[in-house]
Structures are given as structure tokens and as C-alpha cells.
């Protein structure tokens, strides 16, 4: 099947699924996940010499981690993840989290800013991975600017922020609160080669191109789902195997946006696999995307 380069988009509802993370000590990094996050494993299971275990909040999968100890660590300058995204519906929810991740020894902080569509706050994980907890502006008081979104990086100081929302009952609540993830941000080694698999082939709509070395897109109107940028990884090449993503996963609504999906990379002849049910492709860095229907079950997660 072939379609042409101006076909389809992905669908407004399109939203982001569990990011797989290859670690090397899967007990720390769980236990890491579950206290700073407020994530219960869900279940987990054994392939070859391999551990894969899935934590969320509710029964929502968030984050799979795949204990593979022989691996070299997380290298900053090489193609991969910038951070994981996991959005909280509300101010209080987000709050709780924050402060929960800030009491452990080893979360490290790393800055907290207003995004003018977002407020957030960003950690890194023991092993080197980036995390994003944020919650959304109302879509009513997003700026913009023809077809672009309007995203800043002002100081918001967390400290002020968790005085005004963070609430005993939150903190209690834990894996009660609702959280899913909610953007992907990537190291690509260029940002026109990036442009071309994610929005060209992919499918998503460019949003926001003012910050230099990066690329931030979506689908129906929001500010990102994906963005992309060179700054620790200007020219890098595939990946070398080693700790840090696995796969990144895209939640598409019906079975003829994965139809359309595979229409666009057999037109710019990108290898793919498909079961019915997903799409699994590999980016010009190596980085696996599984593009898949909604109800992804823990063991579909698993299985990836």
C-alpha cells in the first residue's frame, strides 16, 4: 500500500503510552520509580536472560523497565532520551509528586520552569534518565502564533509552587492519583532528519521550531507530544547499544490510523512490522517507536 506525502496526519486523539527504559540494577530503579513517583509494579515477566516489569499508577501502565545488567551506562552525548513527560491532572497531584521525588537522597533535581502551556519540574533518575512531571494550562490561554504554540522556559520557583498546592491528602493519595505520559523528548543527532521520520513519515504536526537545535510536535493541537533536539547530541550517529530507552510508544485510536501509519512509511520505503493491532518502527537513530491501539494491556506492554 502506498499513499502520497500530503496524506493524513495523526489522529487529534492521538496520545503517548508506557516508555520502556533498559536498566541495569531493576530492583534500585523500580524502587526509585515506585517511592519518587508514586508508581506500583504492575506486573512483570522473564524473556531469555532478561527481567521486564511494568510500573503505573492505577492500572495504567507509565513506565516498563527491562533489567539488563551487561549493558554499558546511559551516554549524554548519544542519540536517545532527553526526558520522559508524565503529566498530572491537577496542581495538587503534581505537587505531591514533586515533593515526593525531592525528599529521596537518590532523585536529583535539575530545575523547575513555566512553559507558558505548562508548569514543570525536572529530576534525573539514579541511572541517568531525565523525568518531566508537569501539568497543563488550560488550552483556553495557550498564545499562538499562526500555526505554532507559544512555549517559554521562565523560572518557577518550586519552592512557592509546592507552599501554594501541595496538600497532606495528595501526598497520601499516592498511586491513587491519575498520571499518564504525557510527552516524549528525544536526543536526535539532526533536527531535519528528525523532522522527516517524526512529522513526515510518523505523521505528527510541527508545533513550535524557535528554540534553536530543537523540533517540537504534535497531534490535534497540542503543545508536544514529541520534541527533538541536538543539544548534548549534535551529529551522533545509531545508537550504540547500552542502559537508557528501549521504545517509545504512541497511542493511536482506531485501526485505520495504524492503516494510514503504514501507507506513509511504505511511501517513503521505512522498514516496519505490523500484528493488527501495532505498528513497530525504528527511527534514524535506532530508537524503537511502537505506535499501537488504545486498551494496551500489561502483557502487550510486556511483550515489546
Known sequence: ???????????????MGAVTL???????????????????????SSRGGEIHRVLGRGRAPLVKLVHTPGLPGVDPRQAG??????LFEDAASLAA?????????????VGSSDHLVSEAFYFTDPEGNGVELYTDRDRSVWIRDGSEIRMATAYL????????????????????????????????????????????????????????????????????????NVWNSRGAGPRAASLGLGDVSITVPARQEL?????????RSVPFSSDGR?????????????????DVTTEEVLAR
Open 1 to 15: 500500500m502506498t499513499t502520497s506525502p500530503a496524506e493524513d496526519i495523526l489522529a487529534a486523539d492521538t496520545t
Open 22 to 44: 533498559r536498566v541495569g540494577d531493576l530492583e534500585s530503579m523500580s524502587g526509585y520509580y515506585s517511592q519518587a513517583f508514586a508508581m506500583e509494579p504492575l506486573e512483570e
Open 81 to 86: 532520551l532527553f526526558h520522559t513527560a508524565f
Open 97 to 109: 509528586t514533586v515533593y515526593r521525588a525531592a525528599q529521596l537522597p537518590s532523585s536529583r533535581f
Open 157 to 228: 520557583d518550586p519552592n512557592a509552587y509546592l507552599r501554594e498546592h501541595l496538600t497532606q491528602s495528595a501526598v497520601d493519595a499516592g498511586p491513587g492519583l491519575a498520571g499518564r505520559v504525557g510527552h516524549v523528548h528525544l536526543q536526535v543527532g539532526d533536527v531535519d532528519t528528525a523532522r522527516a521520520f517524526y512529522v513526515d513519515a510518523l505523521g505528527f504536526e510541527t508545533t513550535q521550531t524557535s528554540y534553536p537545535g530543537a523540533l517540537f510536535a504534535s497531534a490535534g493541537g497540542y503543545h508536544h507530544h514529541v520534541a527533538m
Open 259 to 267: 492503516e494510514a501509519l503504514e501507507g506513509r512509511l511504505a511511501f
Open 278 to 294: 501495532s505498528v513497530v518502527v525504528t527511527d534514524p537513530w535506532g530508537t524503537r517507536v511502537t505506535i499501537a491501539l488504545p
